[in-house]
Nanobody, 122 residues
Framework: QLQASGGGLVQPGGSLRLSCTKS????????VAWFRQTPGRDRSFVAA????????NYADSVKGRFTISRDNAGNTVDLQMNNLKPEDTGVYYC?????????????????WGQGTQVTVSS
């Protein structure tokens, strides 16, 4: 099972670091993605990375501000979020796929964890 953590309340311009862990194992040979969702809207893509060393994929709205990364042991996938904006508010979910993918489509990801709330407000 996946578990996202690290959310909270932050002022505009601030930073948060989200973490995704996988119970019972590591993320080796798993592609991992982050999505976010606000009430009344579909889940939207934020960032994704393959388990192999290849460029990550980011939504245009977060490029240059967010960074997805994996620890060396492959046990945690983080999303570093800088220069946060009110429109970044939402519940953030991590997801995995056994396929080598960085697809922005929700249907490309097979396992989902519970989300963590991020609120950007002054």
């Amino acid at each position: 099972q996946l578990q996202a953590s690290g959310g909270g309340l932050v002022q505009p311009g601030g930073s948060l670091r989200l973490s995704c862990t996988k119970s019972g194992g590591s993320f080796s040979r798993n592609s991992v993605a982050w999505f976010r969702q606000t009430p009344g809207r579909d889940r939207s893509f934020v960032a994704a990375m393959r388990w192999i060393n290849s460029p990550a994929n980011y939504a245009d709205s977060v490029k240059g501000r967010f960074t997805i990364s994996r620890d060396n042991a492959g046990n945690t996938v983080d999303l570093q979020m800088n220069n946060l904006k009110p429109e970044d508010t939402g519940v953030y979910y991590c997801a995995t796929s056994i396929s080598s993918t960085t697809s922005p489509r929700v249907t490309s990801w097979t396992s989902w964890g519970q989300g963590t709330q991020v609120t950007v407000s002054s």
